[in-house]
């Protein structure tokens, strides 16, 4: 978080003051999903389960993309992936 | 005054004084649930609506924690917006009240102070309100069914103001004031409309840069009630206090405005000071016991005995430099408290006050009654035997104790 702002400068009861899409929730993370690319059958089970919508199916390169930047790494993607190609890893590593 | 404007007197009770103020002011949504004794308010407006006397979107909650949701949501679409509660009612949205002060939503409520249970009792005391003090609402308290009538109205000019926009409680004692028949002097539905006039939104910027007014609209979408962690939430805090900051001026502004078409004004809107200016010994109190004080110290003054009132309107903000500067000449001061803060130092109102004079040069002797709880009724002669103990604890510079319970039974 850079340049934060007074209470003089802010907008009234929080309105406006950031959009949700500027707000990085990905770095409340401690794992991250790793996907095996020769496991996984682009069945999008982990797409439609995701609860922040941060997996995303890409139609024109047909292939999904984890956008780390929302990812809060709750693991319902690796819990559900029928084919286990996704696991959860310590994101430090 | 000179600019009066003609006005009808009325016999209202000050449950009815309330609606009939919240019918001219022309209030868009009025939601609540009924309890006793507030109840003749939402039931008086509710006969309004069914009247067609009103063009108010009427809603029926299930309970007040949804009657207080309801109201939050109507005026952040920038609503003119109304609601009643008292005792176990306004415990219930004790949640709510926060989220709306918080929201800066100028809702107006009336208050018809009740014990709270247990034991269950229906009858008149502050508990209720003094308890949501540090909800971020404006609290107004008022002396009989007129300055119920008055403050409502007030009321909206206070709270939509935009440098204020916080809501604001206007209380009045249950039964003494709310259920009790008066004369009330009301002013023409145009005057008062003229007056209030449209609400006012103060304007935020988007996240396009783009200033909007601050309200809910498909046209201008924004978000409201966002989470704010630890590097914001603290400056909206700070924002909120400054509300309330504003309000110390507003609600002067506005009882001097106020004064100008209706010829009646209540002090300077913070503070109603009766007799104070040369008195030795005086009382603090809030609301209707001020009128019983005011008869005190007349026949006190006619015995030579230098007595005064001090009676303060506006609970929070409190009026810090009224205070001070009221009571700083004072000798003995008794602090009356219509709740009781158990296990603290005296009630919430003695608190405020002697905290209040720590600062001055000099320091009176400020002793606490806790008195009235559940409804027990005051005589004058309890009144007149606190002025006694007064001119006592004056004469010897001395007070046996701080805290005494008023009318109990030892």
């Not at chain 2, 009882?255 to 040369?278: F, M, P, Q, T």
């Not at chain 2, 603090?284 to 007349?298: M, Y």
């Not at chain 2, 303060?312 to 700083?328: A, D, I, Q, S, Y």
Request: hydrophobic letters at 40%.
């Amino acid at each position: 978080m850079s340049q934060e702002k007074s209470w003089k400068e802010i907008s009234m009861a929080g309105v406006c003051s950031k959009s949700s899409v500027g707000f990085l929730t990905g770095d409340w993370k401690t794992y991250m999903p790793v996907r095996d690319l020769e496991k996984c059958t682009l069945c999008l089970t982990c797409v439609m389960f995701c609860p922040e919508g941060a997996i995303k199916w890409v139609p024109e390169k047909g292939q999904i993309w984890f956008d780390m930047d929302f990812c809060k790494g709750c693991g319902i993607c690796a819990n559900e992936c029928p084919t286990k190609a996704i696991t959860m890893k310590m994101e430090k590593e | 005054m000179e600019k009066q404007v003609k006005q009808e007197t009325v016999a209202y009770n000050g449950d009815e004084a309330v609606a009939f103020a919240a019918k001219q002011c022309d209030v868009d949504v009025v939601a609540a649930y009924p309890i006793t004794p507030q109840t003749i308010i939402v039931e008086k407006f509710s006969e309004y609506v069914a009247n067609g006397e009103v063009q108010t979107e009427f809603v029926c909650t299930e309970s007040e924690h949804s009657a207080m949701t309801a109201c939050l949501a109507a005026s952040v679409t920038g609503a003119r917006t109304f609601t009643a509660s008292a005792s176990a009612g306004l415990a219930l949205m004790h949640e709510m009240l926060f989220v709306t002060s918080g929201s800066r939503a100028p809702v107006v409520m009336a208050i018809a102070n009740r014990a709270l249970s247990a034991p269950l009792n229906i009858h008149g005391d502050q508990s209720d309100s003094i308890a949501e003090r540090d909800s971020g609402w404006i609290h107004i308290y008022v002396e009989n069914a007129q300055e119920a009538y008055d403050s409502i109205i007030q009321a909206f000019k206070i709270a939509e103001d935009v440098g204020v926009s916080l809501p604001i409680i206007v209380g009045l004692d249950g039964f003494t004031i709310s259920h009790t028949l008066e004369r009330v002097d009301v002013l023409p539905e145009d005057a008062v409309k003229q007056y209030v006039g449209e609400r006012q939104l103060p304007n935020v910027v988007t996240q396009e840069g783009k200033t909007v007014p601050f309200k809910l609209d498909p046209d201008n979408p924004m978000t409201m009630g966002p989470n704010a962690l630890p590097n914001y939430y603290f400056e909206f805090k700070r924002q909120q206090e400054e509300g309330m900051r504003n309000a110390l001026k507003k609600i002067q502004e506005v009882n001097s405005e106020y004064a100008k078409i209706s010829g009646r004004s209540y002090g300077n809107g913070l503070v109603d000071a009766y007799k104070l200016e040369d008195a030795e010994v005086a009382v603090v109190c809030i609301g209707s016991t001020a009128g019983t004080l005011k008869v005190i110290v007349d026949q006190l003054r006619q015995e030579g005995v230098k007595a005064g009132l001090l009676r303060l309107r506006t609970f929070r903000p409190l009026p810090v430099e009224e205070l001070r500067n009221g009571l700083k000449n004072i000798k003995a001061i008794a602090v009356m408290d219509k709740s009781i803060s158990f296990g603290g130092f005296g009630g919430p109102v003695f608190n405020e006050i002697r905290h209040v004079m720590y600062d001055a040069k000099e320091h009176p002797l400020i002793v606490d009654y806790i008195y009235g709880l559940g409804g027990r009724d005051t005589s004058p002669r309890d009144l007149r035997r606190i002025f006694e103990d007064l001119m006592q604890i004056a004469k010897t510079g001395h007070a046996e104790t701080q805290v005494q319970y008023w009318g109990l039974r030892e």
